[in-house]
């Protein structure tokens, strides 16, 4: 049997753009500040959390949806003596695009960002978690998963869309952007991050300082974050740990694993060894 402090994950290969966790016992978790390629939406099962998104901190507890937008800082720990679990769902924001639409909820295909970070809807609330809970479930055929799935999301959505907390307009440029696609771009290199402030015109002083403030997270943490990302990919692939420490740009596996631990609250081997069911 699993512990209950093992995350446990569901995916499947004919369902590439979902991933879903569950986490039963995190009272020992602690996150630094990271982002996802997906759009991730978590439901609070049990418990109360400080909720860090982008530069906004919450207090959330049992009962409470949190959205997180992609590439969105964010960082979810809890409060000391909590007990502490939840669901959290992941989905590639082009197929979620793309299903909005044929759904009739979005007009465009282009991904817009959801407007909130925090909801407390208890009908949605319930409604997602059972969902999540026949996703884990294996007395349901694949088929009628992702029938679940799209029922859920479509409900979901519908109402999320009716906020009126987002703001549509783009953000004017920013030359930080530029720094985070280097480091994004060259992730698995050493390169200092003085010879990086050079290149980009900043003392690296002001570079950390800056960098920190928009998004949260220094420019080694952002490095970092990348590398995991990119771990993610290729454990899902099923490599070797020791090969993707490598590919990565870790020193050695000990420091991809910690690291890893850190942001997804799963060792590498619980990842890559967490099987989807095979229907």
């Known amino acids: 049997m699993t512990p209950s402090t093992h995350p446990l994950f569901w995916r499947h290969p004919a369902l590439p753009y979902v991933e879903l966790r569950l986490v039963l016992d995190g009272r020992k978790v602690t996150y630094a500040p990271h982002s996802h390629q997906q759009w991730s939406v978590g439901a609070i099962l049990a418990g109360q959390s400080e909720f860090l998104c982008a530069d906004r901190l919450h207090y959330v507890e049992q009962g409470a949806l949190v959205f997180m937008n992609p590439n969105q800082v964010h960082a979810c720990n809890p409060r000391q003596g909590s007990p502490w679990a939840y669901y959290m769902l992941h989905l590639d ?13 979005r007009s465009c295909a282009k991904w817009r960002d959801s407007s909130v970070d925090t909801w407390f809807e208890a009908e949605l609330f319930n409604d997602f978690a059972a969902m999540a809970g026949f996703l884990m479930s294996s007395q349901h055929s694949l088929k009628d998963k992702e029938q679940k799935l799209k029922v859920v999301l479509g409900r979901l959505f519908l109402q999320l869309d009716q906020q009126k907390q987002h703001n549509d307009h783009l953000l004017p440029a920013n030359p ?3 720094v985070a696609a280097y480091l994004s771009e060259h992730c698995g290199e050493d390169r200092s991050i003085d010879s990086i402030s050079a290149e980009f015109g900043y003392s690296a002083g002001y570079l ?13 943490a952002y490095r970092l974050n990348r590398r995991v990302q990119l771990g993610q990919q290729a454990l899902k692939q099923g490599e070797a740990i020791s090969a993707v420490a490598q590919v990565t740009g870790f020193s050695d596996q000990a420091h ?20 989807a069911e095979q229907d």
């Open 93 to 105: 924001k082009n197929w979620l695009a793309g299903f909005l639409v044929q759904a009739g909820i």
């Open 176 to 178: 930080l952007y530029q």
């Open 208 to 220: 950390v300082r800056a960098f920190k403030r928009h998004f949260n997270m220094t420019p080694h």
């Open 256 to 275: 991809f694993q910690r690291v890893f631990k850190q942001r997804v609250a799963a060792t590498p081997d619980q990842y890559r060894r967490s099987v």
